[in-house]
């Protein structure tokens, strides 16, 4: 398989099958492991017992979880529907070993809700809505695509509501990403502060990231990234807002595109920003996904923020990356 990324993208190998990937259905394990091809010489498919045990794995305390026991490529309804409930209980859901052509990540995507918008972001010639993230081993940049805390493009008015990120190339080590859970950032402030922030909407810009004077497509050498000429339009969104599908309050703020407070200036904003923006990311609300090549983590725009690490010099990651559309933001409590 191979796409016209110019980075000679190449699905993964599938990992070798062992007793490990019976072990979800303890019974079929002890048998599997006696007589390895037990499953198949019964007739099941290959990953039979993958597929109808699904397991999960909390990676924290926090937020995020590890899902096994799925092929993305070939989910079953109620697959998709136990998934979809262990998003809203995660935040962040990340699979391994899956084996994904830029095409199958637009059909999960598809599948999922459909893509948002992507302004800014070049996607692939023959798959616009996939983007590819990538940073060569020979770039001297020390930063890379999403190293900063945000939410992403919480800048458009209908941002989207999740992220997917598939990973084809990574180093041996380093290159993680980090997550934040947004319910337990507004759960850990004082009732009267929580009562403040629910009247006040924020400002959030593409002007630091992508405005005429940002400095982010310098940085990314291998990267299609295009700045606004003119200063990018701003949207505003309640602070506090209501997870549609889970009625729960978040505190929706974020250090990238969150400029001030509205009818605020940022001098008067940027004290009560800054001491959100910390306590968002207090180490007890986070948590961290270590990528191999072949894993996708999807996670939850609407309550978390994530932060990709610049710690790999002289190592390649290239990962390939969805939207799925989102609605726009409506405040707790308010309707507006
Ligand atoms: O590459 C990463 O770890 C995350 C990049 C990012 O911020 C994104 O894809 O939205
Ligand atoms: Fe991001």
């Known amino acids: 398989m191979s796409c016209s990324t110019g980075h000679g993208y190449a699905p993964p190998p599938r990992r070798v099958k062992s007793a490990d990937w019976f072990l979800p259905c303890p019974i079929f394990a002890g048998l599997e492991c006696q007589t390895p091809g037990l499953a198949q010489s019964l007739g099941f498919r290959d990953d039979f017992l993958y597929c109808v045990m699904m397991n999960i794995q909390p990676l924290s305390g926090a937020l995020g979880a590890e899902v096994q026991g799925v092929d993305l490529?070939?989910?079953?309804?109620?697959?998709?529907?136990?998934?979809?409930?262990?998003f809203l209980e995660y935040l962040v859901l990340c699979f391994r070993d899956q084996q994904l052509s830029p095409g199958d990540l637009l059909r999960l995507t598809e599948r999922l809700g459909g893509p948002g918008e992507t302004p800014y972001l070049g996607g692939l010639p023959?798959?616009?809505?996939?983007?590819?993230?990538?940073?060569?081993?020979?770039?001297?940049?020390?930063?890379?695509?999403?190293?900063?805390?945000?939410?992403?493009?919480?800048?458009?008015?209908?941002?989207?509501?999740?992220?997917?990120?598939?990973?084809?190339?990574?180093?041996?080590?380093?290159?993680?990403?980090?997550?934040?859970?947004?319910?337990?950032?507004?759960?850990?402030?004082?009732?009267?502060?929580?009562?403040?922030?629910?009247?006040?909407?924020?400002?959030?810009?593409?002007?630091?990231?992508?405005?005429?004077?940002?400095?982010?497509r310098e940085h990314l050498e291998n990267m299609s990234i295009a700045n606004d000429t003119a200063e990018p339009q701003t949207m505003l969104h309640p602070v506090i807002r209501q997870h549609p599908a889970?009625?729960?309050?978040?505190?929706?703020?974020?250090?990238?595109?969150?400029?001030?407070?509205?009818?605020?200036?940022?001098?008067?904003?940027?004290?009560?920003?800054?001491?959100?923006?910390?306590?968002?990311?207090?180490?007890?609300?986070?948590?961290r996904v270590r990528w191999q090549p072949g894993t996708?983590?999807?996670?939850?725009?609407?309550?978390?923020?994530?932060?990709?690490?610049?710690?790999?010099?002289?190592?390649?990651?290239?990962?390939?990356?969805?939207?799925?559309?989102?609605?726009?933001?409506?405040a707790q409590g308010r309707g507006h």
């Open 73 to 86: 490529l070939h989910l079953e309804q109620d697959q998709l529907q136990e998934i979809e409930s262990a």
């Open 296 to 330: 996708l983590t999807m996670w939850d725009n609407r309550c978390t923020q994530h932060c990709a690490t610049s710690d790999y010099a002289g190592h390649r990651r290239e990962m390939l990356r969805t939207t799925v559309a989102g609605t726009r933001p409506l």
């Open 246 to 287: 889970t009625a729960r309050p978040v505190l929706w703020v974020n250090p990238t595109y969150t400029i001030r407070f509205e009818k605020m200036t940022e001098a008067e904003s940027s004290p009560l920003l800054n001491y959100l923006n910390q306590l968002a990311v207090s180490p007890s609300f986070t948590c």
């Open 126 to 216: 023959d798959f616009p809505e996939v983007v590819p993230v990538v940073k060569e081993a020979d770039e001297r940049s020390p930063y890379t695509f999403g190293a900063g805390w945000h939410t992403d493009f919480t800048f458009q008015e209908c941002p989207p509501d999740r992220t997917l990120l598939y990973a084809v190339d990574t180093p041996t080590v380093g290159g993680d990403t980090l997550y934040c859970n947004l319910y337990q950032a507004y759960e850990a402030l004082s009732e009267g502060m929580q009562a403040v922030l629910s009247d006040l909407n924020a400002v959030h810009s593409a002007v630091r990231a992508y405005g005429p004077k940002a400095t982010l």
